[in-house]
């Protein structure tokens, strides 16, 4: 210890001075510091500085499906390294676990998706989605399609192509960079997209958007199977399905951005299986390695990967660690482990506990609401009243206060309410949970919500 202060009073000051963090309050960092400073963790479990415990219940940023401190990924990751640390796969070089890795995702992927275009994380998988989109229509002679619609209260990421794909505010037009054609659609509006324009949200709609523009000038659409970040929405039966049709009808591309999805999150292998839609991308992150290192990917049909191999020039495009041998290593073994332990089934069978428990909650808590789950990406909203559909004020910060009283209770969970008049919590556990596991989890938000409504009287 320097200075007779506590190791977690030494960072709390270096942070302060010299770290800027992602996605937070800058002013409001410098003045209260870093809320907890994590150390090691365990499973479900993490430890902070000072030793203290925590459940984490949102897989951190939804991506240690496997849980903390699996010895398997690390003991991947150091064969690896010492065999080879890195190996380019650039001007014609290549390596064995990237190709291994792609052949793996790909027998688990549905239909015809048959090729993987490797990147370091989620934002990039989009951004290669967006130009690969673009670059097949050009292969095609059709110059035109250039335009990308997502949805609102998508994330897609925070690169400037994926951050405008982002429909959230924050991150949208951050510093002036968006994009000029990406053009963001209302989400989740089935009617419309599937046909019926005279539904009173047509308006806005993807459908509206894309006979708007011309289908033409649009590349593709991109949606995430559950919008995760933007407040946890399940696709209504349905609406993938029309999308993917109206994409169809139009001669424009489907991305689904299964960065959280995919690799057992929602009780499938990938997000779009529970509605058994077929893009023509899929952009991958997270779960491909349990947030063990960074690696994300782009999963494309067949048709286009067969248009892009009769290309004869140098395809522009591609990153230092796209199919990093590490971290493509602890993408096997996570996938192996991932099969091995039938996780995905838990996710689905874990799911049963989550409602169950959300049953609970929604019983004895007035201003619980509007639950869902689907395989473990759950959530819940919290209204002034429910039963008239009555938000709370904003100044209130109803789900801010119950996310605090379940850290209080060492219970790490998310508010994702970026929309103005909502108030959102998400619960995403590693997809190691047991059933005791969940009991601990909604024990401790039952108490969280007492505490709350104790506070607002
Ligand atoms: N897409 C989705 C659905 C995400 O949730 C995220 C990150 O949270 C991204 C893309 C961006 O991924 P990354 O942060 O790895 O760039």
């Not at 401190?69 to 001007?91: P, R």
Request: aromatic share 8%; proline share 3%; net charge negative.
């Amino acid at each position: 210890l320097s200075q007779g202060i506590s190791k977690e009073q030494e960072i709390a000051e270096l942070d302060k001075k010299y770290y800027i963090h992602p996605t937070t309050v800058p002013k409001t960092f410098v003045e209260q510091g870093p809320k907890l400073v994590f150390a090691e963790g365990n499973g479900m479990n993490v430890k902070d500085v000072n030793g203290d415990t925590y459940i984490d219940g949102v897989s951190m940023l939804w991506n240690v499906n496997l849980g903390h401190g699996n010895q398997e990924l690390a003991k991947a990751a150091y064969d690896q390294m010492t065999n080879i640390a890195y190996s380019s796969s650039f001007y014609g070089f290549s390596n064995e676990r990237a190709v291994r890795l792609a052949e793996k995702i790909v027998s688990l992927a549905p239909g015809d998706l048959n090729a993987v275009y490797f990147t370091s994380g989620g934002s990039e998988a989009n951004e290669t989605a967006f130009k690969l989109a673009r670059f097949y229509w050009s292969l095609k002679g059709q110059d035109k399609k250039r335009k990308i619609i997502s949805v609102s209260n998508g994330y897609h990421g925070a690169t400037s192509a994926a951050g405008t794909a982002t429909g959230i505010d924050a991150f949208h037009s951050f510093a002036g960079s968006e994009d000029t054609n990406i053009l963001n659609a209302k989400a989740h509006l089935t009617n419309c997209e599937a046909g019926d324009r005279n539904d009173p949200n047509y308006e806005g709609s993807i459908r509206d958007i894309i006979e708007k523009e011309g289908p033409e000038n649009v590349a593709a659409v991109i949606v995430e199977p559950v919008q995760g970040a933007g407040g946890i929405h399940i696709s209504p039966d349905g609406y993938l399905k029309a999308v993917r049709d109206l994409c169809d009808e139009h001669n424009v591309l489907l991305i689904s951005d299964e960065v959280i999805c995919g690799f057992g999150r929602t009780g499938k292998m990938f997000g779009v299986d529970n509605w058994d839609v077929v893009p023509d991308f899929m952009s991958l992150a997270k779960g491909i390695t349990s947030g063990y290192t960074q690696l994300g990917g782009v999963l494309m049909s067949q048709e286009i990967r067969d248009t892009l191999v009769e290309y004869d020039k140098i395809l522009g495009h591609g990153f230092t660690y796209s199919g990093h041998p590490t971290a493509c290593a602890i993408g096997l073994k996570n996938l192996e482990i991932l099969e091995r332990d039938g996780l995905v089934q838990n996710a689905k069978n874990m799911e049963v506990e989550m409602k169950r428990g959300f049953e609970y909650l929604e019983d004895k808590h007035p201003h619980v609401t509007k639950t869902r789950a689907l395989g473990l990406l759950a959530g819940f909203e919290l209204q002034q009243d429910p039963s008239t559909n009555t938000p709370f004020d904003d100044s209130v910060g109803a789900a801010g206060i119950v996310d605090d009283e379940c850290f209080k209770r060492n219970l790490i969970l998310r508010t994702a309410d970026f929309e103005k008049g909502v108030n959102i919590l998400a619960i995403a556990p590693p997809l190691i949970v047991n059933k005791e596991d969940i009991d601990k989890i909604f024990n401790i938000i039952d108490e969280a919500l007492t505490a709350f409504e104790k506070k607002i009287k």
